[in-house]
């Protein structure tokens, strides 16, 4: 890990105590009950795709203190994950979370069949990042299931490029087109939702897409807008 570079550096300090948004929700998670998140797994996600314990773990990527993770290991699942922030695998670990790793995403590699999850995550990296873990888990998983917060953006067209940007080298130029205030500065990609579909498209090889999105999966009331389905050909 280059810790040294600019990336790791911003990333750092977003996801540690440094951060007061951070450190509720350190705070928060730490009251998180997961017994009935287990549940509501074991009756969702797992009856829609047939995932099966017996056949594969739980793979999260950028699982933060792993309270997802934990929540499919009671559930059955043999579990692994990884973050970028040292602070978060350090409270994952102080939980007894040894499943999380410290670890880039450009890093990943696995040599046997997961079930993947990414929530709240492909957003936050670089671009040359997310095509590597992409192509990993079009190597190693079975299915994707992913949620991006900023999915459904939409960027002003005279203001920004016909392509993902990362928003450093956007505000490197000197043009902040993005609201001082605004609670989305850490998210690296801001593009809509059907360029998301392009991008994992052409990574996902071994996939295919469920489409439409089912209703049981309407969480926010706007699948189409955040989420992602995908299951191994």
């Not at 797994?41 to 993770?69: E, Q, S, Y």
């Amino acid at each position: 890990m280059i810790k040294e570079t600019w990336y790791y550096k911003k990333l750092q300090d977003i996801y540690s105590s440094k951060d007061e948004r951070y450190q509720a929700n350190l705070r928060s998670w730490n009251l998180t009950d997961c017994s009935p998140w287990a549940e509501r797994i074991r009756n969702g996600i797992c009856k829609h795709f047939d995932m099966n314990p017996n056949i594969a773990g739980i793979f999260d990527c950028c699982c933060g203190d792993g309270t997802i993770l934990e929540c499919f290991r009671l559930s059955g699942f043999k579990v692994k994950g990884f973050d970028i922030s040292e602070e978060f695998v350090e409270v994952a670990h102080k939980k007894g979370r040894d499943y999380v790793q410290l670890m880039d995403a450009a890093d990943v590699e696995e040599n046997e069949p997961w079930y993947v999850v990414a929530f709240d995550a492909f957003e936050h990296l670089p671009i040359k990042t997310l095509d590597k873990l992409l192509d990993a888990i079009n190597k190693f998983g079975l299915v994707l299931i992913a949620s991006n917060y900023v999915s459904e953006f939409k960027p002003d067209k005279e203001k920004t490029p016909d392509i993902a940007i990362d928003s450093y080298d956007f505000y490197k130029e000197g043009d902040r087109w993005l609201p001082e205030s605004t609670d989305m500065w850490e998210h690296f990609i801001m593009q809509p939702y059907n360029w998301w579909l392009q991008k994992l498209d052409k990574h996902l090889t071994n996939f295919v897409r469920i489409d439409p999105i089912p209703d049981e999966w309407d969480i926010i009331g706007r699948p189409h807008l955040s989420l992602f389905l995908y299951k191994r050909k």
